[in-house]
Protein backbone atom coordinates (compact mmCIF):
# COMPACT_ATOMS: atom_id res chain seq x y z
CA UNK A 1 0.00 0.00 0.00
CA UNK A 2 1.19 3.60 -0.74
CA UNK A 3 -0.81 6.64 0.59
CA UNK A 4 -0.50 9.54 -1.19
CA UNK A 5 -0.81 13.71 -0.05
CA UNK A 6 -0.85 16.60 -2.25
CA UNK A 7 -0.34 19.97 -1.35
CA UNK A 8 0.98 23.38 -2.61
CA UNK A 9 -2.28 24.17 -4.95
CA UNK A 10 -4.37 27.37 -4.77
CA UNK A 11 -5.34 31.07 -6.39
CA UNK A 12 -2.81 32.17 -8.72
CA UNK A 13 -3.31 35.12 -11.43
CA UNK A 14 -2.73 34.33 -15.09
CA UNK A 15 1.40 33.94 -15.55
CA UNK A 16 1.66 33.01 -11.93
CA UNK A 17 3.46 30.25 -10.54
CA UNK A 18 2.77 27.44 -8.51
CA UNK A 19 5.09 24.21 -7.17
CA UNK A 20 2.68 21.06 -6.14
CA UNK A 21 4.25 18.41 -4.19
CA UNK A 22 3.22 14.78 -3.39
CA UNK A 23 4.55 12.76 -0.53
CA UNK A 24 4.71 8.84 -0.70
CA UNK A 25 4.54 6.63 2.28
CA UNK A 26 3.71 3.06 3.03
CA UNK A 27 5.94 1.25 0.61
CA UNK A 28 9.33 1.75 -1.03
CA UNK A 29 8.81 5.19 -2.81
CA UNK A 30 11.67 4.18 -5.56
CA UNK A 31 9.32 1.26 -6.97
CA UNK A 32 7.09 3.82 -8.56
CA UNK A 33 6.81 5.39 -11.42
CA UNK A 34 5.06 8.68 -10.62
CA UNK A 35 2.75 10.86 -12.28
CA UNK A 36 0.34 14.11 -12.23
CA UNK A 37 -3.08 14.41 -13.81
CA UNK A 38 -5.64 17.12 -13.48
CA UNK A 39 -9.54 17.42 -13.33
CA UNK A 40 -11.17 20.22 -14.71
CA UNK A 41 -15.08 20.88 -13.55
CA UNK A 42 -17.20 19.20 -16.03
CA UNK A 43 -14.47 17.32 -18.04
CA UNK A 44 -12.25 13.70 -17.62
CA UNK A 45 -9.16 13.23 -15.93
CA UNK A 46 -6.17 13.59 -17.94
CA UNK A 47 -3.21 13.45 -18.02
CA UNK A 48 -0.25 15.84 -17.59
CA UNK A 49 3.18 14.41 -16.83
CA UNK A 50 5.02 11.36 -15.49
CA UNK A 51 8.60 10.67 -13.91
CA UNK A 52 10.04 7.19 -14.34
CA UNK A 53 11.45 5.56 -11.07
CA UNK A 54 14.63 6.40 -11.47
CA UNK A 55 13.67 10.20 -11.94
CA UNK A 56 16.00 10.62 -15.42
CA UNK A 57 13.26 9.84 -17.67
CA UNK A 58 10.47 12.68 -17.85
CA UNK A 59 7.09 12.96 -20.09
CA UNK A 60 4.54 16.36 -20.06
CA UNK A 61 1.62 16.50 -22.08
CA UNK A 62 1.89 18.81 -25.17
CA UNK A 63 -0.53 21.47 -23.29
CA UNK A 64 2.00 21.61 -20.93
CA UNK A 65 5.32 21.19 -22.20
CA UNK A 66 7.85 24.27 -21.60
CA UNK A 67 5.62 25.29 -18.51
CA UNK A 68 5.58 22.46 -16.31
CA UNK A 69 8.27 20.46 -14.90
CA UNK A 70 7.57 17.58 -13.03
CA UNK A 71 10.69 16.06 -10.73
CA UNK A 72 10.62 13.69 -7.74
CA UNK A 73 13.37 13.13 -4.84
CA UNK A 74 13.68 9.77 -3.67
CA UNK A 75 14.91 10.24 -0.56
CA UNK A 76 12.27 12.51 0.68
CA UNK A 77 9.39 10.18 -1.30
CA UNK A 78 8.11 13.43 -2.78
CA UNK A 79 7.06 14.04 -6.45
CA UNK A 80 6.96 17.53 -7.42
CA UNK A 81 5.53 19.85 -10.09
CA UNK A 82 6.05 22.98 -11.12
CA UNK A 83 3.46 25.39 -12.57
CA UNK A 84 5.03 28.16 -14.71
CA UNK A 85 3.27 30.75 -16.84
CA UNK A 86 0.15 29.27 -15.86
CA UNK A 87 -3.43 29.77 -17.67
CA UNK A 88 -7.10 29.90 -16.56
CA UNK A 89 -7.23 26.87 -18.56
CA UNK A 90 -4.51 24.76 -16.22
CA UNK A 91 -7.39 25.64 -13.06
CA UNK A 92 -8.11 21.73 -12.03
CA UNK A 93 -7.78 19.83 -9.09
CA UNK A 94 -4.04 18.12 -9.57
CA UNK A 95 -3.97 14.52 -8.45
CA UNK A 96 -0.78 12.51 -8.26
CA UNK A 97 -0.19 9.10 -8.75
CA UNK A 98 1.98 6.23 -8.39
CA UNK A 99 2.53 3.00 -10.75
CA UNK A 100 4.11 -0.41 -9.18
CA UNK A 101 7.22 -0.84 -12.15
CA UNK A 102 9.73 -3.13 -12.71
CA UNK A 103 11.77 -0.81 -14.88
CA UNK A 104 13.72 1.96 -13.93
CA UNK A 105 13.11 4.08 -17.23
CA UNK A 106 9.34 3.20 -18.40
CA UNK A 107 6.74 5.88 -17.98
CA UNK A 108 3.10 5.27 -18.06
CA UNK A 109 0.44 7.80 -19.59
CA UNK A 110 -2.95 5.86 -18.88
CA UNK A 111 -4.67 6.91 -15.52
CA UNK A 112 -5.38 2.94 -15.68
CA UNK A 113 -2.49 2.03 -14.87
CA UNK A 114 -1.69 3.46 -12.31
CA UNK A 115 -2.02 2.37 -8.78
CA UNK A 116 -2.75 4.36 -6.00
CA UNK A 117 -4.29 7.88 -6.05
CA UNK A 118 -3.47 11.08 -3.74
CA UNK A 119 -6.93 12.99 -3.07
CA UNK A 120 -5.98 15.68 -4.79
CA UNK A 121 -4.82 19.77 -4.48
CA UNK A 122 -7.15 22.52 -6.06
CA UNK A 123 -5.38 24.86 -8.82
CA UNK A 124 -7.36 27.66 -9.86
CA UNK A 125 -6.32 30.42 -12.37
CA UNK A 126 -8.22 33.65 -12.45
CA UNK A 127 -7.57 35.75 -15.90
Known amino acids: QVQLVESGGGLVQTGGSLRLSCVASGNTFSNYAMGWFRQAPGKEREFVAVISRSGTTTYHTNSVKGRFTISRDNVKNTVYLQLSSLKPEDTAVYYC????????????????????WGQGTQVTVSS
Open 97 to 116: AAKNSHYLYSWYTSQYEYDY
